[in-house]
Antibody
Framework: QVQLQESGPGLVKPSETLSLTCSVS?????????WGWIRQPPGKGLEWIGI???????SYKPSLKSRVTISLDSSANLFSLELDSMTAADTAVYYC????????????????????WGQGTLVTVSS | SYELIQPPSVSVSPGQTASVTCSGD??????ASWYQQKPGQSPVLVIY???QRSSGFPERFSASTSGNTATLTISGTQAMDEADYYC????????FGGGTKLTVL
């Protein structure tokens, strides 16, 4: 059974870069799924950040695209998130998740859903 | 860009049927998924591809999509079903609805 585990700093200073890692066990990240990041500000709803799959280009939320980088490390079976120029508005629980990639029917994205999630990690932006 | 609209809250009595709606024009062209999130926990997939129930969820959880509205239905609602529910779809980005707090009174 696939398991995902986020790791990274719990506190980031304003203007700094957030770096988070999601370690995946029980499944190879090269086996055809999307791997993504979703965040949730305290008391608010879910916000998608971006996804990536092996050998493919990442896809990012348009409003975050200029600040986000998602990458894969197949040898270590993990993927990472970098978010630049952090502000208080970026304070949130950050989740990593596995997303279905099914290209039947023409689009590889229309059926996307996240079937496995990490436990989440709270990142606070404060000086 | 498209968005998905959910009612902020829905209340239901134990044993009754709860319906949570998710509206958005993109639902006419793509699939809807639903997630359950209990306080302090990660979201859990309930429904995918409009009406496919995820393993681990009982038959009382069902869903359908008609036109631009997806509906999650919980029959015989139990206290343990009290949670936040989010719909999700794809429109050149993953989009989530704002979430609905289901209260079992």
């Amino acid at each position: 059974q696939v398991q995902l585990q986020e790791s990274g700093p719990g506190l980031v200073k304003p203007s700094e870069t957030l770096s988070l890692t999601c370690s995946v066990s029980g499944y190879s990240i090269r086996n055809g799924y999307f791997w993504g990041w979703i965040r949730q500000p305290p008391g608010k709803g879910l916000e998608w950040i971006g996804i990536i799959y092996d050998s493919g280009s990442p896809s990012y939320k348009p409003s975050l695209k200029s600040r986000v980088t998602i990458s894969l490390d197949s040898s270590a079976n993990l993927f990472s998130l970098e978010l630049d120029s952090m502000t208080a508005a970026d304070t949130a629980v950050y989740y990593c998740a596995r997303g279905l990639r099914d290209c039947s029917g023409g689009s590889c994205y229309s059926k996307i859903h996240f079937d496995s999630w990490g436990q989440g990690t709270l990142v606070t932006v404060s000086s | 860009s498209y968005e998905l609209i959910q009612p902020p809250s829905v209340s239901v009595s134990p044993g009754q049927t709860a319906s949570v709606t998710c509206s958005g024009d993109i639902l006419e062209d793509t699939y809807a998924s639903w997630y359950q999130q209990k306080p302090g926990q990660s979201p859990v997939l309930v429904i995918y591809q409009d009406d496919q129930r995820s393993s681990g969820f009982p038959e009382r959880f069902s869903a359908s999509t008609s036109g631009n509205t997806a509906t999650l239905t919980i029959s015989g609602t139990q206290a343990m079903d009290e949670a936040d529910y989010y719909c999700q779809a794809w429109d050149n980005s993953v989009i989530f609805g704002g979430g609905t707090k289901l209260t079992v009174l």
